[in-house]
């Protein structure tokens, strides 16, 4: 079935929301982890891993604030009525290639955590490594599951597009 003219705003403004709500929790996620790591991090031994863990996700979830006000502003639900099918189309594919790079680069984060975890007994401070490896874990693992999560909910819009 064949996508009609009157269809293309709803289906753009639709999708333009859904990129606006999903930086909006990231936000939430940024702004919760700075909350309770920043309370941590100023409570805990300096010479743990608990203080470099919610260290990192201080370091690591100021990024993420940034990037979901950016990600927020930059989203414009009223202004995408009057784009084309094609450029319709090339929005979608953009943002979908841009959600796949982010999730490769959250199973790097991982693995990262990883190698750190593993590197850390023969380090001169364990406890560091140890923190900051659980830290790209929760980080990683939570934008893997997010970027991957936001990519299959925003494709309904790509099949809506081609129909």
Do not use: K
């Not at 743990?48 to 940034?66: E, I, S």
């Not at 790079?101 to 790097?108: E, M, R």
């Amino acid at each position: 079935m064949p996508i009609f003219a009157t269809d293309l705003p709803a289906i753009n403004q639709a999708r333009e929301l859904m990129a606006e709500h999903g930086m909006g929790l990231l936000g939430v996620w940024a702004l919760l982890n700075l909350v309770i790591s920043g309370y941590h991090v100023s409570r805990t031994d300096a010479r743990t891993a608990a203080h470099h863990f919610h260290f990192m996700n201080v370091a690591w979830n100021m990024v993420n604030t940034l990037l979901a006000v950016w990600g927020i502003l930059r989203a414009q639900p009223q202004g995408v009525a009057g784009l084309s099918l094609a450029d319709s189309l090339a929005a979608q594919q953009s943002f979908e290639h841009l959600l796949l790079i982010n999730a490769a680069l959250d199973v790097g984060y991982v693995l990262i955590g990883l190698w750190l975890h593993r590197r850390a007994p023969a380090a001169e401070r364990p406890e560091r490594l140890h923190g900051y490896a659980r830290s790209l874990w929760l980080q990683g693992g939570f934008l893997l599951c997010f970027d991957l999560t936001f990519y299959f909910a925003y494709h309904q819009f790509a099949a809506q597009l081609v129909q």
